[in-house]
């Protein structure tokens, strides 16, 4: 499939990319900056296209199959711009997709987004954002999968994972994402499903296997 990752050039947005290198699959990165292109081609993107998800992106998706949302406002910047990014920006990538007839559509959310009302105080307003991203997702007639992943963390990844529909909080090396979101691209276009992600004993391809279901 020709998959369009949108934060390409973020932490997990580069793990993906490098686990795609290999794959089946080709990857066109996202990209803001046209000076970063060489960078995310070394790592495993077959193309990269300039866009901006605060404006319309429909050029960079033409052709594509699938799209992974896996960008964010950071964790340096205010409520405002996670607004822009997390929330807006997805909503304006999923609504694009729908008009193009993307086949499928993954999200990179977060656990507790489904109740960000219970997360941290200082994080809810993130929490509040993935949630309303994720909600127009469900209604927007896409298949999709939405990833829940908990605190991600810098090591190593394992190869090993938990995935479930309310899983107890963990932590999750980013790179056990990037191996998570490959899975689901390997799987195709799947039904409308979400599942939270933590490190665990399970291959990673044979937990998300077990709990996506194809498209009807």
Same mark, same amino acid.
């Given at each position: 499939?020709?998959?369009?990752?949108?934060?390409?050039?973020?932490?997990?947005?580069?793990?993906?990319?490098?686990?795609?290198?290999?794959?089946?699959?080709?990857?066109?990165?996202?990209?803001?900056?046209?000076?970063?292109?060489?960078?995310?081609?070394?790592?495993?993107?077959?193309?990269?296209?300039?866009?901006?998800?605060?404006?319309?992106?429909?050029?960079?998706? %033409?052709?594509?199959?699938? !799209?992974?949302?896996?960008?964010?406002?950071? *964790?340096?910047? &205010? #409520?405002? =711009?996670?607004?822009?990014?997390?929330?807006?920006?997805?909503?304006?990538?999923?609504?694009?997709?729908?008009?193009?007839?993307? %086949?499928?559509?993954?999200? !990179?959310?977060?656990?507790?987004?489904?109740? *960000?009302?219970? &997360? #941290?105080? =200082?994080?809810?307003?993130?929490?509040?954002?993935?949630?309303?991203?994720?909600?127009?997702?469900?209604?927007?007639?896409?298949?999709?999968?939405?990833?829940?992943?908990?605190?991600?963390?810098?090591?190593?990844?394992?190869?090993?994972?938990?995935?479930?529909?309310?899983?107890?909080?963990?932590?999750?090396?980013?790179?056990?994402?990037?191996?998570?979101?490959?899975?689901?691209?390997?799987?195709?276009?799947?039904?409308?499903?979400?599942?939270?992600?933590?490190?665990?004993?399970?291959?990673?391809?044979?937990?998300?296997?077990?709990?996506?279901?194809?498209?009807?």
């Amino acid at each position: 499939m020709h998959v369009l990752i949108a934060g390409a050039n973020g932490q997990i947005g580069q793990h993906l990319l490098k686990a795609m290198a290999d794959s089946k699959h080709e990857a066109r990165a996202l990209i803001r900056d046209a000076e970063q292109g060489a960078k995310l081609q070394s790592l495993g993107a077959t193309e990269t296209v300039v866009g901006d998800l605060e404006q319309d992106c429909s050029e960079a998706m %033409r052709g594509c199959d699938a !799209v992974v949302f896996t960008a964010g406002s950071g *964790p340096h910047t &205010g #409520p405002d =711009k996670t607004i822009d990014v997390d929330q807006n920006g997805a909503i304006r990538l999923i609504d694009t997709a729908w008009k193009m007839g993307i %086949r499928h559509f993954i999200m !990179v959310s977060s656990m507790r987004a489904e109740e *960000p009302e219970n &997360g #941290p105080e =200082k994080l809810r307003h993130y929490l509040h954002a993935k949630h309303k991203a994720d909600e127009h997702l469900r209604a927007s007639g896409l298949s999709y999968t939405i990833v829940r992943p908990g605190k991600l963390t810098n090591e190593p990844g394992t190869g090993k994972v938990s995935v479930g529909e309310k899983l107890e909080f963990g932590e999750i090396p980013r790179e056990d994402v990037a191996r998570a979101l490959l899975a689901v691209i390997n799987e195709g276009p799947t039904g409308c499903d979400g599942f939270d992600l933590i490190s665990g004993d399970s291959p990673v391809a044979e937990a998300v296997s077990m709990f996506v279901r194809p498209a009807s």
